[in-house]
């Protein structure tokens, strides 16, 4: 599925610290999210249905990718 990302309205974590090593997001229209490097703006994003993305931030908040 090719989605229209130039209005979308990306942003990164408070706690990125100002890098551009980082990971940003964008809620779309659609419902889904968007997610892209930010050091490559214009490069390939991933697309997410709400589902996918709620189960991935479900596992962030459980720790499951934790490194040991």
Do not use: I, Y
């Not at 990971?23 to 994003?45: C, Q, W």
Request: charged share 25%; with cysteine; proline share 4%.
């Amino acid at each position: 599925m090719n989605v229209d990302l130039s209005k979308a309205h990306w942003f990164k974590s408070s706690r990125s610290g100002g890098s551009k090593d980082c990971v940003e997001v964008a809620f779309l229209d659609s419902g889904h999210v968007g997610v892209r490097d930010s050091k490559n703006p214009t490069g390939p994003a991933l697309e997410f249905t709400p589902g996918e993305w709620d189960a991935f931030t479900a596992g962030v908040n459980d720790g499951e990718f934790e490194r040991s």
